[in-house]
């Protein structure tokens, strides 16, 4: 077996028993009168909100690709989203350019993300247990001025120094792979900075992206019959949540995106379907959008394309 199927294995080996684990150690009495109460349009709806979700993520590409003075139709948006944006070289996008696209991608999704959260910890008071709000506002401010100041920093080229200090710790191939980064980097943060009003709609449109694939978990509450609830806690908490999934070791923050959904909102989904909330939470946005795009990898690429990706 070589180190593509190993690897896809071992990934569903662990999506797998994290979800079997969740799932037992929440189930109750109480699970199936809850779970048989459940409405079935609540899945159609989560899906829409995943489909629109994917649309505003295809629109912001096309923005961003057209910012690098590139160009890409819809159809390939679409295969280069289910692809995890690497299919960019697919759609024509030169390979360095598709790198730095990514990076604008993740760097306004969590600047959102750090922009709503004193909003979110402004009205939930009790989001961790154990953990003030105070220390939370506090570790949010930090680290949007530190996203500001790394810019700031990358911008005038003050970070240079520091890089190549870094570097300097690990081995050639490592160092190597880390300048590379950091120059992806400053070409991202020269990006944002180009066209200050297209980068506004895309900024937008990474946040409508975003709050389209976190609704899934309101759609699925309303499923069980859950009306009343809070729903403007609901989404901060989800924010909250998918804001550290950003910096989890995890693949696709698994384990940890399970875990701190039932920590969160245990006091919020009917008793005993938590833990088959949060799985099905996690299969809706991220596992079968994974699937959707190994296929579209496959049949463009071929299997020996995604063995090159491994062994360099």
């Not at 946040?207 to 976190?214: Q, T, W």
């Not at 859950?226 to 909250?240: E, L, T």
């Not at 939470?281 to 394309?305: K, M, N, Q, S």
């Amino acid at each position: 077996m070589n180190k593509f199927y190993k690897r896809f294995v071992l990934l569903i080996s662990l999506v797998l028993i994290i979800s079997g684990v969740v799932i037992y150690s929440t189930v109750d009495i109480n699970t199936l009168k809850n779970l048989g109460e459940f409405k079935w349009w609540s899945i159609a709806l989560a899906i829409f909100a995943v489909g629109l979700g994917l649309f505003f993520d295809g629109s912001r590409l096309m923005h961003l690709v057209k910012i690098s003075n590139e160009s890409i139709t819809l159809y390939e948006a679409v295969q280069v989203i289910f692809g995890n944006y690497f299919l960019a070289l697919h759609a024509g996008v030169p390979t360095g350019k598709a790198a730095v696209l990514v990076i604008v991608r993740t760097l306004l999704s969590i600047f959102f993300l750090a922009c709503c959260m004193p909003l979110i910890l402004l009205h939930d008071k009790g989001i961790v247990p154990g953990i003030s709000n105070e220390v939370l506002m506090a570790i949010t401010l930090a680290a949007f001025f530190g996203i500001l100041f790394i810019v700031w920093g990358a911008r005038r080229g003050f970070l240079d120094y520091f890089v190549i200090w870094l570097t300097r710790k690990f081995s050639n191939q490592k160092g190597r792979k880390i300048i590379a980064f950091y120059r992806d980097t400053k070409s991202a943060i020269s990006l944002l900075l180009k066209s200050p009003r297209a980068m506004l709609l895309v900024f937008f449109e990474s946040g409508l992206n975003l709050l389209c694939i976190y609704a899934i978990v309101p759609c699925l509450l309303l499923g069980l019959g859950v009306y009343d609830a809070d729903w403007y806690s609901v989404m901060g908490r989800m924010i909250f949540l998918n804001m550290l999934l950003y910096f989890m070791p995890t693949p696709g923050g698994s384990g940890v995106a399970e875990g701190g959904f039932v920590l969160l909102f245990s006091n919020t989904v009917p008793a005993g379907t938590v833990g088959i909330i949060a799985v099905c939470w996690r299969l809706i946005a991220e596992y079968i959008p994974f699937l959707i795009g190994l296929y579209y990898t496959l049949t463009v690429f071929g299997r020996d394309f995604l063995n090159r990706q491994l062994t360099e």
